[in-house]
């Protein structure tokens, strides 16, 4: 009868990678019991909490023993290590196989997260699979004498739907071919089963599929991060007394990176959803959300077992006739929480699976059990007939069991000889080792890493593709003589052929070079190796430190991309910001893949260069604070110099479908595709080049801005200079002059307020000098408008006059308006237009505009900005504070200027009620004419008090336009200075220029800032001195 119970789901998260440390990552997860909790990084108070049938704290209270095996740091400790995950897991596999039931093991998570650790191990500390097979054997010597074992063990690897056999040297073109029989379900036709006997025959042949699987990884260019692995052991138990066999089929799976689903739905791509890299994970998704929607009662018509390769093989594990168990491996870190929260939906779901595991038994050995319950029967009727056909039948069966069992016999004989000679093979390698240099490779799996080796034999040896060589390499830009390598009284050179890329310790080399013992070597894209110098130079040192990110982050170093070119800042608790750096490890976790794929538009000639960029690299925002970073990917043709730009997701989803294509051309298939079908094609479009910020402050005053500014790229490099005017008018658009001029922005509160943005000419495209057939357009969003507006397009001139003038009305200036002006800039964008590209549209429709047509802003109707929205994370420079402690005084001078005001206003006042209390007491004695002169001579202190009020007004708007004006100088300089960046170059002379060079900005800043703030306060106090004099000599 079928046992019914559901998937058993663990999670387990791990410690910090290197990578996570250095970036200052957060834990996020925290465990209790079986629960598991995520806090969201940018809203901790947001919590998730999931519970499963265990929960794993790996992460941390753990020490490494003598023998390096990781074990609990003290008794309170709550760390699980490879020894509890097994006692778990791994011996539930076994009970379930000893009982005679299917069991399949499933790792589950993104690449990194500790899945092949969980499964494989490393190093002493060993993973379920191998001690699963360990265990399994043990029990078996420890049985009965009157029971047979027969345990045979095969190795897969699934890859674009392609099935590869990694216990067999010979691979089939197109992989091997699924059947499906009625009583097995799915099984893989030609799969090498290979009989063992004992555990280290086992070990041997995981040694062996895992050098397969690393040499054709490289050779087919698929990371094991994009594969899955599948381990089956059939395990059968024959019980000669009881005439009863069991037969158990383990099945133990290392799915490839959970992320990778995510990134191949890449939005605004036209080839979306176009890999079949994916498509075996997506699928298994689809299936274990079908059947937890049918588990909790839905309606499901369709599971779509049949949809990929994964999901047919394991058909039987979700739903079927299998005791399941998933582990979910996921990361502690803050920069994962995406990820790992997909992680722990997934395993939400995939614990409402049901499935249905019934003890396996032969039809055969269920036949004599009936016979024999018959022939009970028939014995107390004394029915002779039926012990004659009962005899003959169980004669029939002792004569296959013994074939069965000659046949096993022989299998495993066989099988012994040929590990015998691998054995051997392995052996004589290792000496060689122990007296000679070689090479050993650096894999993106830490477990595929130093499984391949290559002796270097003195004398010379070429190194390529070509069998002729005495080291043969496969892999994506290695040629058929791609280096010579040469070993000569100890000493190792190596000289790559013509045009061949050969990289050592980051730097490409062209000429014959010495290797060091530990040296890295980079051949074709991305073949990475390590060089083990002769024993006379070997050391002590762990080894492990030379890693897939160390030698990537050494390529990045050498090219001039660091964490300090990001222009990290630090945050208040004085850790690096782990947003930046997340970006700096996508830069180098993207840079092998993108040499890779400019390999193939190589050998494709497809004619395109990629290019890693991080966009807003040196780029802000309209209050000037930073903008967040992201990775992008430029694309260039080389030939017709088009240009695109590709987001990380959308670039990942493309190099699956390069990756396809590249393999049909390695298997000699047509690879002429339409544009549409086309990874490597997209439609021409529009590029955002570069842009500029000027500062509105003068508009708030309705002072005229004429600027000069520089329109920068996201490196802060100049990509043109602007002419642009920001004119503060009339309704009618006449230009205010001076005396329209106001002191304080308070002033036009509730009142109208007209301006235009007049763009004369760009100076200098870089856009149109690099390609005189390109044209630009400007674009600018201001304050609510609901869209940006852009000129009419110029081409084919590299100094276009644009002559674009566009008026604004404010109707009733709001509080938030004038907060826009004083602490805003308008940030003007530079766009670059291809031949064949789309126009951005530079009408003005769905925009509210007066009768004479200037557009409206600062709309009721329309939504206000929130101010308060802003990031605290943002960081402002210390030169950026100056400035911002400068506007404070200015703030203060105005309160000065405010009281000033109210004091005229009070003397206004008075002379009034004395005026009106002179006329009420006109007297009709002939002292009536000194009362006229007096009144004559209060008329004129008026007067002269209002002139000294105007008077001083003026002034002080003068005082103000020039310091205003020194401000958008100042403002100017400070962005060059925070954009000015050291030569990438390691260069000493280029070095010292720049500190000259800076240090000569910095002091001219100073100084400008200075002057600036001693001429206002010196201006200030003259006008305030003046004052006082007039207002002393009008009581005279």
């Known amino acids: 009868m079928p046992c019914s119970d559901s998937v058993k789901v663990a999670v387990r998260v791990r410690p910090f990678s290197q990578r996570e440390k250095n970036a200052g990552s957060r834990c996020v997860i925290s465990m209790n019991s079986n629960t598991t909790s995520i806090h969201d990084p940018k809203n901790p108070s947001n919590m998730k909490t999931f519970t499963f049938d265990l929960a794993y704290w ?189 037969q158990s089929i383990i099945n133990m799976v290392d799915l490839a990176g959970s992320e990778r689903q995510k990134s191949s739905g890449s939005e605004g791509d036209r080839l979306r959803e176009g890999s079949r890299v994916n498509l075996s994970l997506t699928t298994l998704g689809n299936v274990i959300s079908a059947l937890a929607e049918a588990a909790i009662g839905k309606k499901v018509l369709h599971v779509p077992y049949r949809d990929s390769v994964l999901t047919k093989l394991l058909q039987s594990a979700l739903g079927g006739n299998s005791r399941t168990i998933m582990i979910a491996a996921i990361s502690p870190a803050d920069i ?303 030939i017709t110099n088009q240009v695109w730009i590709w987001s990380k997701s959308k670039f990942i989803n493309r190099k699956f479908l390069m990756e396809e294509l590249y393999q049909r051309f390695l298997d000699g298939e047509d690879v002429q595709v339409d544009n549409e079908n086309d990874p490597f094609w997209d439609p021409v479009e529009v590029i955002h080049l570069g842009s500029a910020h000027i500062w509105l402050q003068s508009l708030a005053y309705c002072m005229k801005l004429e600027e000069q500014i520089e329109l920068l790229n996201s490196e802060g490099k100049e990509e043109a200079i602007l002419l642009i005017n920001i004119i503060p008018c009339s309704p009618n658009g006449s230009a205010f002059g001076e005396d329209d001029m106001v002191i304080d922005p308070l002033e036009l509160l509730g009142k109208r307020l007209d301006f235009q943005i007049h763009i004369l000419q760009c100076f200098g495209v870089k856009w149109i000098r690099e390609v005189a057939q390109r044209g630009i357009q400007i674009g600018y969003k201001v304050y609510d408008l609901p869209c940006s507006l852009y000129t009419k397009p110029a081409w084919k001139n590299v100094n276009p006059k644009l002559e ?82 400068l506007e404070q005084e200015t703030e203060l001078l105005r309160d000065i200027n405010r009281a000033l005001r109210d004091e005229n206003v009070l003397l206004k006042e008075k002379l009034k009620e004395y005026e009106t209390e002179t006329q009420s007491k006109t007297p009709k004695s002939p002292i009536k004419k000194q009362a006229t002169r007096t009144t004559l001579s209060a008329s004129k202190d008026s007067r002269a008090v209002c002139n000294s009020r105007i008077s001083c007004d003026a002034e002080f708007a003068k005082a103000l336009k020039a310091f205003y004006q020194n401000m958008n100088v100042i403002r100017g300089q400070f962005l060059k200075l925070k954009h000015y960046k050291p030569p990438e170059e390691d260069n000493v002379q280029l070095l010292r220029q720049f500190a000259e060079k800076q240090s000569h900005m910095l002091k001219d800043f100073g100084d400008q800032l200075e002057s600036s703030i001693s001429k206002l306060k010196n201006d200030v106090a003259l006008i305030i001195k003046k004052k006082r004099e007039r207002q002393a000599n009008s009581k005279q």
């Not at 009768?851 to 900005?865: R, Y």
Request: charged share 25%; hydrophobic share 35%.
């Open 58 to 246: 790996s992460h941390s209270g753990f020490i490494k023993d003598a023998d390096g095996k990781l074990m609990s740091a003290d008794p309170s400790s709550k760390y699980a290590g490879q020894k509890e995950v097994f006692c778990d897991l791994g011996q539930g596999v076994l009970d379930s196989a000893w009982q005679g039931y299917n069991a399949t093991l499933l790792a589950y998570g993104p690449t990194g997260s500790g899945k092949s650790y969980s499964m494989i191990g490393c190093g002493a500390n060993r993973g379920i699979i191998p001690v699963v097979c360990e265990e399994l054997f043990k029990t078996i010597q420890n049985q009965e004498k009157n029971r047979q074992y027969q345990v045979t063990f095969s190795m897969l690897e699934i890859y674009n739907e392609q099935v590869i056999d990694l216990l067999s040297k010979v691979k089939k073109p197109g992989g091997l071919k699924l059947r499906e029989d009625q009583q097995q379900g799915f099984y893989v036709d030609g799969l090498k089963l290979v009989p063992c006997d004992s555990y280290a025959q086992i070990e041997r042949l995981m040694e062996q599929g895992t050098k397969i699987r690393t040499t054709a990884s490289t050779s087919m260019n698929a990371t094991s991060s994009r594969s899955h692995m599948v381990i089956t052991i059939q395990f059968k138990q024959i019980f000669l007394k009881e005439d009863i066999t069991k």
């Open 336 to 638: 994962c929480y995406e990820e790992t929260l997909s992680t722990l939906r997934y395993a939400e779901r995939t614990k409402k699976i049901t499935n249905k595991a019934v003890i396996n038994a032969s039809p055969t050995e269920k036949l004599i059990k009936e016979l024999k319950a018959e022939n009970y029967k028939l014995s107390f009727f004394g029915n002779s007939g039926s012990h004659d056909h009962l005899r003959c039948l169980l004669a029939e069966n002792e004569l296959r069991i013994q074939a069965i069992q000659a046949t096993w016999e022989y299998r495993l004989e066989e099988a012994r000889k040929e590990w015998e000679q691998q054995y051997a093979a392995i052996t004589q390698e290792g000496r060689m080792m122990e007296t000679l240099p070689y090479l050993v490779n650096i894999n993106e799996d830490p477990q595929l890493s130093g499984v391949l080796k290559y002796i270097i034999q003195d004398g010379s040896s070429d190194i390529g593709q070509s069998s002729s060589n005495a080291i043969t390499l496969r892999g994506l830009g290695i040629l058929d003589k791609h280096a010579t390598i040469t070993n000569s009284n100890g000493k190792v050179n190596i000289k790559p052929q013509d045009n061949c890329k050969v990289i050592v310790n980051g730097v490409a080399i062209v000429v014959k070079t010495k290797l060091q013992h530990l040296d890295r070597i980079i051949l074709g894209s991305n073949n990475a190796y390590l060089y083990i110098g002769p024993p006379s130079d070997r050391t002590n040192e762990d080894l492990s430190r030379y890693d897939y990110d160390f030698v990537q982050s050494e390529l990045a170093a050498a090219k001039g991309f660091s964490v300090d070119k990001l222009g990290t800042g630090n945050k208040k608790d004085g850790k690096p910001d782990p947003s930046v750096l997340a970006v700096f490890h996508d830069y180098i976790k993207l840079m092998p893949l993108i040499s890779e794929a400019n390999q193939m538009s190589v050998e494709l000639k497809k004619d395109l260069k990629l290019e890693l960029k991080v966009k807003n690299l040196a780029s802000s925002d309209s209050r000037g604070y930073d903008l967040q970073k992201e990775i992008i990917v430029k694309v260039t043709h080389n």
């Open 804 to 885: 674009e003038l566009i008026q604004f009305s404010v109707m009733n200036t709001s509080h938030a308006f004038l907060n826009y002006l004083q602490k805003n800039a308008l940030i003007v964008d530079l766009w670059g237009l291809q031949e064949g590209c789309a126009e951005l549209d530079s009408s003005q429709q769905d925009m509210a505009v007066t009768p004479k047509g200037s557009i409206i802003i600062d709309n009721p109707k329309a939504e206000i900005l929130n101010h308060a929205g802003l990031n605290t994370d943002n960081h402002v420079a210390e030169l950026y504070q100056k400035l911002l402690k």
